[in-house]
C-alpha cells in the first residue's frame, strides 16, 4: 500500500512563475514531513520540512502547505528558476510500533519538475 | 565537509551472485539509514541502524539482504544470491542521532544490475 503518493508524475513550468508540487499521505500516524529533491546520478538532496503542528513553513523561495485534515501537502516554489528542475519527493515520518522514534521516512513516487527558460 | 559517500557507484552482477556495497557516512553521525530506490519510484525504507546496532530492519525484503555496521560508522549491505529483482539505486543515508526530525544526509548511491 502507497502510503504517500505524489500522483502527477511530472510538471512543467515556465521560468519565474509558480510551480506547486502535491503530495498526499494515508497514515495517521505521520506527523513530520519533508521534501528532497534530487538530481540525476546524485542523492535526494533536503529542501524543506514542516512538523503537523504547523500549517506552514517557508524557505526563501520554497514554501511547504500542510493540510492535515485532508493528509495533504503541498510544495511551492515562487520564482521557479530553471535549476530547479529536478525530482521531488515527498516524504513522512512518524511513530513507529511501541512508540519508537526515529527517522524512517516512507517517500512517494516523486514529481519531475522541468522549469523551461 | 566530507558528505556521505557510498562504493561502489556501479555494480553489475549475475544472477545468484554474492555483493557487498559500502557507505561511509558524515562523521560523527550516529544514524544510518539504508533505502532501495527502484526506476519510477520513491525511495523505499530497508534498515536503520542506531551506533552498532540494527534498530529496525523490517524493511529487508528477505534473508538474503542483511547489513552491518560493526564499528558504528562504515556499513555494508550484504545481498547473497541476487536475483534479477534485485537491481535498484542502493542508497544510504545519515544523521547525526535519532531523532525524527533530523535531516538525513544521502548519498549518490550504488546502482546495481543484475543480469
Known amino acids: 500500500d502507497q502510503q504517500v503518493k505524489q500522483n502527477s508524475p511530472s510538471l512543467s513550468v515556465q521560468e519565474g512563475r509558480i510551480s506547486i508540487l502535491n503530495c498526499d499521505y494515508t497514515?495517521?500516524?505521520?506527523?513530520?514531513f519533508l521534501w528532497y529533491k534530487k538530481y540525476p546520478a546524485e542523492g535526494p538532496t533536503f529542501l524543506i520540512s514542516?512538523?503537523?503542528?504547523?500549517d506552514k513553513n517557508e524557505d526563501g523561495r520554497f514554501t511547504v502547505f500542510l493540510n492535515k485534515s485532508a493528509k495533504h501537502l503541498s510544495l511551492h516554489i515562487v520564482p521557479s528558476q530553471p535549476g530547479d528542475s529536478a525530482v521531488y519527493f515527498c516524504a513522512a515520518s512518524g511513530f513507529h510500533a511501541g512508540g519508537t522514534s526515529y527517522g524512517k521516512l516512507t517517500f512517494g513516487q516523486g514529481t519531475i519538475l522541468t522549469v523551461h527558460p | 565537509g566530507a558528505g556521505v559517500s557510498q562504493t561502489p557507484s556501479n555494480k553489475v552482477t549475475e544472477k545468484g551472485k554474492y555483493v557487498e556495497l559500502r557507505c561511509d557516512p558524515i562523521s560523527g553521525h550516529t544514524a544510518l539509514y539504508w533505502y532501495r530506490q527502484s526506476l519510477g519510484q520513491g525511495p523505499e525504507f530497508l534498515i536503520y541502524f542506531q551506533g552498532t546496532g540494527a534498530a529496525d530492519d523490517s524493511g529487508l525484503p528477505n534473508d538474503r539482504f542483511f547489513a552491518v555496521r560493526p564499528e558504528g560508522s562504515v556499513s555494508t549491505l550484504k545481498i547473497q544470491r541476487t536475483e534479477r529483482g534485485d537491481s535498484a539505486v542502493y542508497l544510504c543515508?545519515?544523521?547525526?542521532?535519532?531523532?525524527?526530525?533530523?535531516?538525513?544526509?544521502f548519498g549518490p548511491g550504488t546502482r546495481l544490475l543484475v543480469l
Open positions: 497514515n495517521s500516524m505521520f506527523d513530520y
Open positions: 514542516i512538523s503537523s503542528i504547523k
Open positions: 543515508a545519515s544523521s547525526p542521532g535519532q531523532g525524527r526530525k533530523e535531516t538525513q544526509y
